[in-house]
Each structure stands twice: as C-alpha cells, then as structure tokens.
C-alpha cells in the first residue's frame, strides 16, 4: 500500500474526506519535495501539491504522483478551491496550523477537523525503500568521515572539520538539504 493509500484509509476511517498537509517535514515524506514552502491536499486517493511560483521549476523536477498547482491566489483560497475540486465537504487538517491561518479557512465555509499525528505516526515505520536510503547514507557517511579521521587532531578547529566533511559528503552525492 503506498502512502496516498495508506492517509486515504485514515482519513475514512475518521470521517474526513480530505486533509490539508503544511508541516514540511512530511509534504517532504509524501511527496519527495524538498523546497521550504508548499502544502499537500490529499482526497480520495488522490493529491494536489500547492506552492508559490519561486519553486515552479523544483516542483515539476521533484513531484510525482500529485497534480502540482501554481499559486496564483493567497494561499488559504488555492487551498480552499483545490479542497473543493477533489470533492472534499470535511478537511482535516495539522494541528500546528496557525490560529489565523485556521480561521481564513474557515471564513470560506470549510468544514475542518484537526488531525493529530497521521503522517508522523507513518513515518515512524521505515520501509524497505526507506531502509535502503538509510543503510546509503550511513555507507556514505562512513566513507567521508574515514577521509576525514586523518585530519581530526590538534591544529584543526571544529569548523575546519566540519567544512571537510561536508564538502566530502558532497563529492560523494549527499544532496545539501540531507547536510542540514
């Protein structure tokens, strides 16, 4: 079962039609996007990836499997608008969400519902792709500290250190959003 399937089921089993996703974290999780501003509007087995025109580009390179929506309108509209376009009468939504931000979503007749923990609750189970990614990273961390151990002695600062280890985690493929 993949993820989209997996919210889907959730979502019905609590009487939600549709959940808006805004912790980046998991927008990150579900949809591989790894800009800093976007949110997922997951209905039905199917999604809509919002975000502002700075990250056009990067969305359509990053984002599979979701229709992605140039905003065009202030957010809270798009998002209200997408809601509606995927049949959603009940939108759950993160419980972080911004009092304000809450409240010009319900000024447009949204029914809403917070959800507490649903992807964070997912992504505490690793799977077999995830292993994998892991198992790379820690692979390639080991090689670059190894590279690195000679000059982890007196004379050499921790910035110093650190610099070298990050330039050789990058001479080795670990993308800059992984560094930090």
Partial sequence: MNRIQAITGALESRGIDGILISDIRNIRYLSGFSGSSACLIIAGGAGIFLTDGRYREQAVNEIKGFEVV??????????????????????????????????????KGLKLKAV???????????????????????????????EVRPYVRKGFSEKQIALRLEETLKKKGVPYCLLI
């Fill in 70 to 107: 140039i905003e065009k309108k202030e957010r809270h509209i798009e998002i209200i608008e997408s809601a509606k376009s995927l049949g959603v009468g009940i939108l759950g939504f993160e419980s972080m969400v911004p009092y304000a931000f809450y409240k010009k979503l319900l000024r």
């Fill in 116 to 146: 507490n923990n649903l992807v964070e609750d997912m992504r505490k189970i690793k799977d077999r792709l995830e292993m994998k990614s892991i198992r790379k990273a820690v692979d390639r961390a080991q090689k670059a500290f190894k």
